[in-house]
C-alpha cells in the first residue's frame, strides 16, 4: 500500500539559540510547532504518509491513524539516524494533522521534513530547556544537500549564515460566518431537545468563518504572530492548518503519557472571576464528561492518575483543566494514543457515536482538521500531540476557513455558548487582522 524511501536523518548541535519564529522560510506550507521559543521550524518534505477515505462514515473510525502509525514504525527502521544530540525531537521526527472524520475530505499526513531547527523545552516536551540543534533528513544513497528544496536550503541558511527572513505583513480582508445567530440558536434548541428526551448527554456543536484576503496570505506572518501571543499554547503551522492550541491531547517522553483535558469555558472579562468555572453547574457537569472519557480511553492501556481540576487562564478565555496520566506499554507510540482519544468528548460530546450522528446532522459543513489531532512523533515513539483548536485551514492564496465550539448541555444558555465562539475566534480572527 505504501513505498517507504530510506534516508538518513542527521541531528547535531547548534552553537547559538535562535528565534524560531523569525526563522521560517516558507510562505505556503509552513511547519513549524512552538510553544514559548522551544519546539520546531522545519522546510522541505523527505518523505509523506497521506491518507482519505470517504467511504468511512463516523469520526470513531480509526484507520487513518492505525495505517499512520504502521508507516511510521516501517519508516523509522529504513532510516538510519545519526544523532549527537539525543533529546526530545532530536533525530528523525514526522509532524501530521488528521482529519476529524474519517470520511473528510480533508484527508491526513504525515510529513517527513528536510530541515528541521529545534530548541528543547516545552514545545518538545524537554523537562530542560534551550538546547538548540538542526536536523538534516535525506536519502541514504545521497547527498543530502543536493537534494534539498529552495525552503530547506533558505533555512538552513537563516540558521546557520543569519539570512534575514521577511514576512507578508496581513492586508485587509473579511470573515463570513456560515452559520447565522439564528440558525446556530436553532442547532442548540435541537440538541437541547435530544438532551432532555434522554437521547444524549453533551453535544459539541462547532461553527465556521471563512475568511477572504485582498493580498496573499503568508503563513509565516499568521504563525508568528499567534506564537508571540500566546505562547503557553501551542503555536502549529502544518500543511496549511495553522493556530495556537491550548489543549494537550498526548504527550509522551520516558514511557509516561499525559493528556490534558480542557471542557468548560468562561470568555476572560470583568463579568467572570478567576476561579467562577470552578462553581458553575454546567462548566463543572461539563467539564466532567470529558475528563470521564478520557479516562476510560486511557485504561485501556494500564492504570490512570487523574489529577484535581484547575483553571487555565489564556488571553482571551479560561477553561477547567484535568490532567491525566499513565504508562505507555512497550508495543505503543503517542501517535496510536492520540487516535485512541480521538475524538474526545470536549470536541464531540457523549455519548460519542450519537453526539457524532447529531453533529453530522445539524452542522452545516465539515469540520475539515478542526478538533483533530496535531502534532509530532519521533523515530523511538514519543512525541506531542494537540487538539487542532484555535485554528484556520488556509485553502488557496487568498483564503481560509476557521473554526470555533462549544459543549452544549441540558442548561445551555444559546447566545452565551454563541459569545463563548466569538471568544474561541479571536486569536485566529486577530492572527488575520480581522
Known amino acids: ?182 440558525d446556530y440558536q436553532a442547532r442548540v434548541t435541537s440538541i437541547k431537545k435530544a438532551i432532555n428526551a434522554n437521547d444524549v448527554s453533551k453535544v459539541v456543536l462547532a461553527r465556521q468563518i471563512n475568511i477572504a484576503c485582498e493580498t496573499p496570505i503568508d503563513e509565516r506572518q499568521v504563525i508568528s504572530t499567534l506564537a508571540q501571543q500566546y505562547q503557553d499554547c501551542w503555536t502549529f503551522g502544518i500543511d496549511g492548518l495553522i493556530g495556537a492550541t491550548p489543549e494537550l491531547l498526548a504527550q509522551s517522553q520516558e514511557g509516561e503519557v499525559v493528556t490534558r483535558v480542557l471542557a468548560g469555558t468562561f470568555p476572560r472579562d470583568e463579568h467572570h472571576a478567576p476561579d467562577a468555572l470552578l462553581h458553575s453547574p454546567k462548566n463543572v457537569e461539563e467539564h466532567q464528561v470529558a475528563v470521564q472519557s478520557a479516562e476510560q480511553s486511557l485504561q485501556k492501556i494500564g492504570d490512570v492518575r487523574v489529577g484535581q481540576p484547575f483553571v487555565l487562564d489564556l488571553p482571551n478565555v479560561r477553561h477547567l483543566a484535568t490532567d491525566i496520566s499513565t504508562m505507555l506499554n512497550v508495543n505503543g507510540n503517542v501517535l496510536s494514543v492520540a487516535g485512541m482519544l480521538h475524538p474526545t468528548a470536549a470536541l464531540g460530546g457523549s455519548p460519542k457515536n450519537r453526539a457524532l450522528e447529531l453533529i453530522s446532522k445539524l452542522e452545516p459543513n465539515d469540520r475539515d482538521r478542526f478538533g483533530a489531532p496535531v502534532g509530532w512523533i519521533g523515530s523511538d515513539g514519543a512525541g506531542q500531540w494537540c487538539v487542532a483548536l484555535r485554528c484556520a485551514r488556509i485553502d488557496s492564496e487568498l483564503g481560509a476557513r476557521a473554526w470555533a465550539g462549544g459543549g452544549i448541555m441540558a442548561d445551555s444558555d444559546p447566545t452565551e455558548e454563541y459569545v463563548e465562539t466569538q471568544a474561541k475566534f479571536a486569536p485566529i480572527m486577530a492572527a488575520f487582522q480581522l
Open 1 to 182: 500500500m505504501f513505498t517507504f524511501p530510506h534516508l538518513r536523518a542527521q541531528t547535531t548541535r547548534l552553537p547559538h539559540t535562535p528565534v524560531l519564529s523569525q526563522i521560517m522560510t516558507s510562505q505556503r506550507g509552513q511547519i513549524a510547532w512552538l510553544k514559548d521559543n522551544t519546539g520546531f521550524v522545519c522546510a522541505g518534505q523527505a518523505a509523506r504518509f497521506s491518507y482519505e477515505d470517504p467511504g468511512m462514515t463516523t469520526a470513531e473510525d480509526g484507520r487513518r491513524f492505525a495505517l499512520a502509525s504502521q508507516w511510521w514504525q516501517e519508516l523509522s527502521k529504513r532510516t538510519e539516524v545519526r544523532d549527537e544530540v539525543r533529546t526530545a525531537g532530536s533525530g528523525l521526527v514526522g509532524f501530521g494533522s488528521f482529519s476529524f472524520a474519517p470520511h473528510s475530505p480533508a484527508g491526513s499526513v504525515l510529513i517527513v521534513p528536510q530541515v528541521i531547527v529545534g530548541i528543547s523545552g516545552p514545545g518538545t516536551g524537554d523537562s530542560t530547556s534551550g538546547h538548540a540543534f538542526l536536523t538534516l533528513i535525506g536519502p541514504d544513497d545521497e547527498d543530502i544537500f543536493d537534494t534539498l528544496s529552495d525552503d530547506a536550503r533558505a533555512l538552513l541558511d537563516a540558521v546557520l549564515v543569519g539570512h534575514d527572513t521577511h514576512y507578508t505583513p496581513m492586508g485587509a480582508g473579511r470573515a463570513e460566518p456560515t452559520m447565522s445567530f439564528a
